[in-house]
């Protein structure tokens, strides 16, 4: 690989960086300010959570652009064989998957009051 | 033969030798001394592998003889079978037995054995880390069951709850014995995760790229990171316990002002990875067994391993939903309900790519897959009640009560015991060279299914009815003997289904059919060797170009030449791509590994008596150790 096409490559790991990232941010911040929000009215949980499903959504769409161009082959061949793509694939499932995990507890942000006992 | 042994000795490779001289030379340099001296100083990872599943598995059978002494003093009201203290000691041993010495250790004691052999090395990584590991472990398990016999068992349930465990409410050793018996077996735990990772990531065979991993070496991958990551919180836990209980410290004393959930919060960080830690391997298993069985690759190999990594995630933002009754704030509470209900979802995953390989393939219904069958069945339905008790309005209504008992017993039970059985059918060909006998391992099969769900299904009801768990009994105006008592026969004719599973070995080892390597006509690399396997795996490394090498290219293997046959030599490789990048000697037998670990016990068991033992427990171990790394001058040193 020279320089040029390496340069050109996108971070093809970067949704299973950022998607389980953006969940564990989500999860630990808001179970921390829950008592913040409580005292001050604030909705920081709620835009904590939309920030952080499209944190892990972003990640997911950095790594298909590294492998839109072999998804017909990387679903009808089982020889294996190709780690980067195999990586990628795995990323970009990982960020959609957090993403559906963060919106989910976005839910709970946008039904339960953070004073609830 | 003759002119290549006058060669100098570290010319000597591989490509220069017949198959029958490669194999005698091999075999020479790979073989674990002989004597029972030299068997205690093994470093083969089979040797090794066998005995961490004989040993887990004769802990398994202690604890099932303590669910059966349950099972008889709750089969009617006010029985007289049990003491109420010799109950408490009863469930705790059962809980901490099947969970710490059975559970864990069992799974990555087939990795153990199995992982070097997929990945087509010839030893795992740290092969003395290894000995020591099960060394420790058993040191462990006798010290916890020791305790147990003299009365010193500990009687504060598997997750010892401060302020319960706490001196105050706890006097005398039960609880020392319990924390310190944790420290033996995540130390025994933390060594075989960090050979499991190393050997994975650097000893894969030259063409395994991470796309060609089998499956089940995956999920002991993840496993060994959720190990990892999730021992030092229970570590930490139970030496702060110590030192709550032995030098005053006051980690877990409201009065002085410690915290109380701060231990929950700690084994609960541990306590639901360890879940996964169990459940994740069971699911590797599966995934072998189907595809063999199935005569097809696995369907979404992708979505399989994504499922898996998402899982190990996940089961670490869960531990909450252990605490729902604890008085949490309610939306704090719900982040974890959230992610507690959607791990269900890459479970959900591999459920249908493995229905999606059963249905798109040829299933042969061997004892193996019937046992995973069984796993789906009962999995599924703990995956049901799991999701009932991630909502908060339920738990708090069954928190504590019989319906988490048959919950948590369908998911482990379920998901990681009928798996085991089924991979123990499916892999008892390779590691002993014989067959298991398929027609007891039917009447095993349909034995354990139906019993299993005899004897817990009416636990949900129970646990409807208000029964708590870990009630010593009950009296006959609550209503519940009549489900107790079925619940009870069901638990005998389970535990009469592994005595069928013991009886099957005994008898398929003295006069089973013999095997051949690959009696399954499996795809994955540990068929590609004889069974049982060599000491040295393989005489010649193979080359992989498939994801399942054995199906393609009609089975014949490329091989790797120019290894050693001078010195135990394993071949290094690439992480990601397993390009070969040098070769690496491997440790050879010794006698320090054992050393280390009886020092080790020694250090363990003193510090519940004495802060001192820190001071004059230290010493040994440290002279054990550098007995362990003194050079010798062997070839294992030579650069």
């Known amino acids: ?117 | 033969m003759s002119d290549i042994a006058r060669e100098p000795a570290r010319d000597l490779r591989d490509n220069k030798l017949e198959q029958s001289e490669l194999a005698a030379l091999l075999l020479e340099i790979w073989r674990t001394p002989s004597g029972w001296l030299g068997s205690l100083t093994s470093v083969d990872h089979k040797v090794v592998g066998k005995r961490y599943i004989l040993t887990a598995f004769a802990f398994l059978v202690l604890g099932g003889l303590l669910a059966v002494l349950m099972r008889l003093q709750l089969a009617g009201a006010e029985r007289k079978l049990l003491s109420p203290d010799l109950y408490n000691q009863v469930f705790t041993m059962h809980g901490s037995t099947m969970m710490f010495l059975f559970a864990v250790p069992v799974m990555e004691a087939f990795a153990v054995y199995f992982v070097p052999l997929m990945v087509g090395t010839r030893n795992i990584a740290f092969p003395r880390l290894n000995a020591f590991s099960y060394w420790t472990f058993l040191f462990g398990g006798c010290f916890l069951w020791i305790a147990f016999l003299f009365n010193v068992g500990p009687d504060v349930g598997w997750f010892a709850y401060v302020p319960l465990s706490s001196l105050q409410y706890n006097p005398g050793k039960r609880a020392d014995v319990w924390a310190q018996m944790i420290t033996f077996t995540e130390v025994a735990a933390l060594a075989v995760a960090v050979e499991i990772v190393v050997t994975v990531f650097k000893q894969r065979a030259v063409g395994m790229t991470l796309d060609r991993i089998p499956v089940f070496v995956w999920a002991m991958l993840v496993t060994s990171f959720l190990v990892l990551f999730a021992m030092p919180s229970i570590v930490v836990a139970s030496t702060s316990l110590i030192l709550d209980r032995l030098v005053n410290t006051h980690f877990y004393d409201t009065a002085s002002g410690g915290n109380v959930l701060l231990w929950q919060h700690l084994f609960w960080f541990f306590g639901h990875p360890e879940v996964y830690i169990i459940f994740i391997p069971g699911t590797g298993m599966v995934s072998m067994i189907i595809a063999t069985f199935a005569g097809r690759p696995v369907v979404g190999y992708v979505i399989i391993v994504l499922s898996l990594i998402a899982t190990g995630f996940l089961s670490f933002g869960l531990w909450v939903h252990h605490m729902f009754t604890t008085g949490l704030p309610q939306l704090g509470a719900s982040m974890f309900t959230a992610s507690s209900m959607l791990i269900a979802v890459p479970s959900g995953l591999q459920i249908f790519c493995w229905l999606a390989t059963l249905w798109d393939g040829r299933p042969v219904y061997r004892t193996p897959l019937l046992f995973v069958l069984g796993f789906f069945a009962i999995f599924v339905l703990g995956g049901l009640s799991g999701v009932m008790v991630a909502s908060v309005p339920i738990d708090m209504q069954v928190h504590d009560t019989y319906f988490v008992v048959a919950h948590f017993h369908y998911v482990l039970i379920g998901g990681a015991v009928f798996p085991l059985v089924g991979a123990v059918y499916y892999w008892f060909p390779k590691i002993t060279g014989r067959m298991l006998s398929e027609r007891l391992g039917r009447w095993n099969f349909w034995l354990a299914f139906i019993s299993f769900n005899v004897a817990f299904f009416p636990m949900h009801i129970l646990g409807l009815m208000g029964m708590p768990r870990r009630v010593y009994t009950y009296t006959p105006e609550m209503g519940w003997d009549h489900l107790n008592l079925l619940s009870s026969a069901g638990g005998a004719a389970f535990a009469a289904s592994f005595a069928l599973l013991i009886a099957n070995v005994v008898l398929s080892l003295r006069s089973g059919a013999l095997a051949g390597d690959n009696p399954w006509g499996a795809s994955t690399l540990e068929w590609a060797t004889s069974s049982p396997p060599p000491p040295y795996n393989f005489s010649r490394i193979p080359v992989v170009t498939h994801r399942d090498p054995l199906w393609a290219g009609g089975g014949n293997l490329p091989v790797v030449a120019g290894l050693s046959v001078e010195r135990r030599e394993v071949l290094l490789s690439s992480i990601a791509d397993a390009e070969p990048h040098t070769r690496e000697a491997s440790p050879e037998p010794s006698i320090w590994p054992l050393l280390t670990a009886i020092a080790t016990t020694i250090f363990f068991v003193g510090s519940i008596f004495t802060p001192w033992s820190v001071v004059w427990g230290t010493p040994p171990i440290a002279i054990a150790l550098i007995g362990w790394f003194w050079p010798t001058g062997s070839k294992e040193d030579e650069e």
């Not at chain 1, 950022?18 to 920081?44: E, K, M, V």
């Not at chain 1, 939309?50 to 679903?75: F, H, N, Q």
């Not at chain 1, 990586?87 to 970009?92: D, E, P, T």
């Open chain 1, 1 to 117: 690989m020279n320089p040029v096409s390496a340069r050109k490559i996108p971070l093809y790991w970067l949704g299973l960086a950022l998607g389980p990232a953006a969940w564990a941010i989500n999860l630990q911040g808001i179970y921390a300010i829950t008592p913040y929000a409580c005292a001050r009215s604030t909705s920081t949980t709620i835009v904590l959570s939309i920030a952080m499903a499209l944190t892990a959504a972003s990640g997911s769409w950095v790594s298909l652009r590294a492998i839109r161009r072999d998804i017909a082959a990387e679903w009808t061949e089982t020889r294996g064989g190709r780690a980067r793509n195999f990586m990628a694939w795995l990323s970009v499932g990982c960020g959609v998957l957090f993403a559906l995990v963060i919106l989910n507890q976005l839910t709970a942000a946008l039904m339960i009051s953070p004073c609830l006992r």
